[in-house]
């Protein structure tokens, strides 16, 4: 059974940055989608950053692109996102998400939530102006 455990949330100011980390176990496959999305209140929950785990490509939202990086540390099964330049329209819950997937070369992860059914448990992102 896969389990992802997400931490790093916290409250900062604009500008400031914050570093989340997840954490997957159980995993048995080569290939998979790993990354984060948010939700904020009343907002339905986005794709932020993928990463394919066993090829490399990334996916980043518009609105986070050149701010954020997703990383990975596949000897701590662990993926990162240094999150640069924070905005307080970035504060939201912010959740781990992962999936099998086989994507082809050129390709990117998938960035719809019905897309993921492993899921972390949330970090809260708070960005005072």
């Known amino acids: 059974q896969v389990q992802l455990v997400d931490s790093g949330g916290g409250s900062v100011q604009a500008g400031g940055s914050l570093r989340l980390s997840c954490a997957a176990s159980?995993?048995?496959?080569?290939?998979?989608?790993m990354g984060w999305f948010r939700q904020a209140p009343g907002k339905e929950r986005e794709a932020v950053a993928l990463?394919?785990?066993?090829?490399?490509?990334?996916y980043y939202a518009d609105s986070v692109k050149g701010r954020f990086t997703i990383s990975q540390d596949n000897a701590k099964n662990t993926v990162y996102l240094q999150m640069n330049s924070l905005k307080p329209e970035d504060a939201a819950i912010y959740y781990c998400?992962?999936?099998?997937?086989?994507?082809?070369?050129?390709?990117?992860?998938?960035?719809?939530?019905?897309?993921?059914?492993?899921w972390g448990q949330g970090t809260q992102v708070t960005v005072s102006s």
């Open positions: 159980g995993y048995t496959y080569s290939t998979y989608c």
């Open positions: 998400a992962a999936q099998p997937y086989s994507i082809p070369y050129g390709g990117s992860c998938p960035g719809t939530r019905d897309a993921y059914a492993n």
């Open positions: 990463i394919y785990i066993g090829g490399g490509s990334t």
